[in-house]
C-alpha cells in the first residue's frame, strides 16, 4: 500500500530562520502532490500542488516546494519564517489517476517571535 | 462566497447509535469529499460524491455512507458505532470531480463516541 511520510512531526523555529519540512512517499508512478497547512482555529487549506513541469512549485505566503523524482520526494520550504506561519502542515499524494488522496501524519510547526 | 459549512459542530453519542454529519459546498461546487482525520490514523479518506453519485471510495467498512441531493449538500451516516469512530470528519468541496480541482475544507465535525 502507499505511504506518505512526514520525518519531521514537530519544528521549532524562532522568525527568520529557513524552513524545510520533508515529505516522501513509496509510489512509483506518476503522482499529483500536494502540501495543505491548517492555521490555530481555521481550516484546513492548499498550499501548493504538483502535477506536472517545472518541480519547482511556488505557492501562497512565500511558501515553494520542489519535487525529485528520484527520491520520491517534495520537500516544503520558505526561506524565512514568520510567527504566523504557526501552524500543522501535511503532505498528501494522489497516485496515477487515482482520485483518493494519501496523507501524511502531519508536522507541526512553532515559529517563535 | 460563503465557504464550506459542516453540522452540527460538535457530537456526542454512545456506542451502538448511529450519527448523520451534513456538509454544504460552496456554492457552484459539485464534489463532495469526506475524510476521517483521527490521532492514531491521521487524516484517511472515506468517500467522494458527484452528482448525487458516489465517485470515489476509501477502505472504510459499510458502516459508512453517505449521499448527496440535487443541490449538491451531503450526508454521511455512520451506523453502530463503535469507539474508535471518534474522530474529526472534515468535508471538502470542489467545483469538478478532478484530482487538479482545489479542495476547500470545512471546519469539520467532532465526533465522540462514548
Known amino acids: 500500500a502507499q505511504s506518505v511520510s512526514q520525518h519531521n512531526h514537530h519544528v521549532i523555529l524562532s522568525e527568520a530562520a529557513s524552513l524545510e519540512l520533508g515529505c516522501n512517499y513509496s509510489?512509483?508512478?506518476?503522482?499529483?502532490l500536494f502540501w495543505y497547512v491548517q492555521y490555530p482555529g481555521q481550516h484546513l487549506q492548499l498550499l501548493l500542488k504538483?502535477?506536472?513541469?517545472?518541480?519547482l512549485v511556488k505557492g501562497i505566503k512565500g511558501f515553494e516546494a520542489e519535487f525529485i523524482k528520484s527520491k520520491f520526494s517534495f520537500n516544503l520550504r520558505k526561506p524565512s519564517v514568520q510567527w504566523s506561519d504557526t501552524a500543522e502542515y501535511f503532505c498528501a499524494v494522489n497516485p496515477g489517476g487515482s482520485y483518493i488522496p494519501t496523507f501524511g501524519r502531519g508536522t507541526s510547526l512553532i515559529v517563535h517571535p | 462566497k460563503a465557504g464550506v459549512t459542516q453540522t452540527p459542530r460538535y457530537l456526542i453519542k454512545t456506542r451502538g447509535q448511529q450519527v448523520t454529519l451534513s456538509c454544504s459546498p460552496i456554492s457552484g461546487h459539485r464534489s463532495v469529499s469526506w475524510y476521517q482525520q483521527t490521532p492514531g490514523q491521521g487524516l484517511q479518506f472515506l468517500f467522494e460524491?458527484?452528482?448525487?453519485?458516489?465517485?470515489n471510495k476509501g477502505n472504510f467498512p459499510g458502516r459508512f455512507s453517505g449521499r448527496q441531493f440535487s443541490n449538491s449538500r451531503s450526508e454521511m451516516n455512520v451506523s453502530t458505532l463503535e469507539l474508535g469512530d471518534s474522530a474529526l470528519y472534515l468535508c471538502a468541496s470542489s467545483f469538478e470531480s478532478r484530482v487538479r480541482d482545489t479542495q476547500y475544507f470545512g471546519p469539520g465535525t467532532r465526533l465522540t463516541v462514548l
Open positions: 460524491y458527484f452528482s448525487e453519485t458516489q465517485r
Open positions: 504538483y502535477f506536472s513541469g517545472d518541480p
Open positions: 509510489y512509483g508512478g506518476t503522482v499529483n
